[in-house]
Structures are given as C-alpha cells and as structure tokens.
T-cell receptor, first 115, second 115 residues
Framework: IAGITQAPTSQILAAGRRMTLRCTQDMRHNAMYWYRQDLGLGLRLIHYSNTAGTTGKGEVPDGYSVSRANTDDFPLTLASAVPSQTSVYFC??????????????FGPGTRLTVL | GESVGLHLPTLSVQEGDNSIINCAYSNSASDYFIWYKQESGKGPQFIIDIRSNMDKRQGQRVTVLLNKTVKHLSLQIAATQPGDSAVYFCAENQVIKAAGNKLTFGGGTRVLVKP
C-alpha cells in the first residue's frame, strides 16, 4: 500500500504558465486536502474535498482550483502561476466521521518554484 | 532533503534526555489536537492525538498534555533519540458537519538531538 503519492516531486515553472499537481491515495479515504507550506510557517489549507464530486475553499484558495472526479485523485491546478506561489505543496487525506480516525495523512510533497 | 521553517524556534536536547515541546492554541471549539513530526524533505507524519475532553494521553515514548484553561498543548518525548530530530507541529482539528475536518497548524518547533 503506497498511501498518498504526489507528482511531480519538484518543478520549476515560468510565471504565467499553467501547472497541475497530482495527488493519488489508495486508502479509500473520503476526504482529501491541499496545503502549502512556506519557510517559517506551518501548513495552510488551500482547498479540500469531503467526498468525490464536492470541493471547498480553505484559508488561501486564490489562484488555485481543484477537482474531485473520483475517490482516489485530487489534482491541484495553478491556472497562471505567479512567484508568490513558490512553496512546498502537500496533499493529505482522511476519513470523515467525527472521531480520531479523521486524522489526516500526508503525501511527500511537491516543491514548486515559480520564476 | 529540503529544510522547512529555517526561522523556527529550536529545542536542542541531549540524546537520552526527555524533550518537551509546547504549543498554544486559539480555538476553544476544537474537537481534538494532533502532533505531527516532519523530517526534512518529507510530509508531516502523525504522532499522537488527544480529544478535547481529555487532559493526557500516552503513546510509545510520547505523552501529550492538554490544558484547556490556558489553551496549552505539550508533547513530551521520553529518552530522545537521533531519529527524533525533526520539526514538530501541533494542529487543532475542528469537525464541521458541512465541511469536514478543519485542521489549523501551529508554527512548528525544530528539535535537534545532540549525540
């Protein structure tokens, strides 16, 4: 069982380009999340999805979009990348049931640099 | 791997000693609290959690204490080992029926274990 995989591991991108970060989980978790982590800061939620077909905005959604066509995949798209989106991006997943099984499990991250 | 949080507060501890990492939280409505460990170049890894109606929970070599009066959370690591060197984040989780889990991370503490 792989858990959560993210691709690519790292990417250097020119400003204005479109980029999709991929995330796949094999734990059959209902909920999935995208966070960004900047130097000196904790993780901040970008978007989330409680179940396939639904998505919601987190703390810092501007400039990002997501889709949840199925349970396993939750891609994050930057329509037109800007340098302030340089960050490490983490995908996470969890069950949604109101108990401690709702703990989020994280992928290895994607390091994105926008020039 | 890449380091995150170069300006994080740092706790230096001698191998074999006990470590105490502290965290202040802000949301009294949080349902439970979680400690994550993040090694360089990796995603956060779940360590232990505690529900808001508890004040202490023990795991393997770790203990989490919750003081709701002063909104304070601590993680104690017994007999700290070199493999414990990492950045530790506390997170507060609020289960919102319509939105699932809302996880808010603290800023993190870097633990350096000296041989």
């Amino acid at each position: 069982i792989a858990g959560i995989t993210q691709a690519p591991t790292s990417q250097i991108l020119a400003a204005g380009r479109r980029m999709t970060l991929r995330c796949t989980q094999d734990m059959r978790h209902n909920a999935m999340y995208w966070y960004r982590q900047d130097l000196g800061l904790g993780l901040r939620l970008i978007h989330y999805s409680n179940t396939a077909g639904t998505t919601g905005k987190g703390e810092v959604p501007d400039g990002y979009s997501v889709s949840r066509a199925n349970t396993d995949d939750f891609p994050l798209t930057l329509a037109s990348a800007v340098p302030s989106q340089t960050s490490v991006y983490f995908c996470a997943s969890s069950d949604v049931g109101g108990g401690t099984t709702d703990t989020q499990y994280f992928g290895p991250g994607t390091r994105l640099t926008v020039l | 791997g890449e380091s995150v949080g170069l300006h994080l507060p740092t706790l230096s501890v001698q191998e074999g000693d006990n470590s105490i990492i502290n965290c202040a939280y802000s949301n009294s409505a949080s349902d439970y609290f979680i400690w994550y460990k993040q090694e360089s170049g990796k995603g956060p890894q779940f360590i232990i959690d505690i529900r808001s109606n508890m004040d202490k929970r023990q795991g393997q070599r770790v203990t989490v204490l919750l003081n709701k009066t002063v909104k304070h959370l601590s993680l104690q690591i017994a007999a700290t080992q070199p493999g414990d060197s990492a950045v530790y984040f506390c997170a507060e989780n609020q289960v919102i029926k319509a939105a699932g889990n809302k996880l808010t991370f603290g800023g993190g503490t870097r633990v350096l274990v000296k041989p």
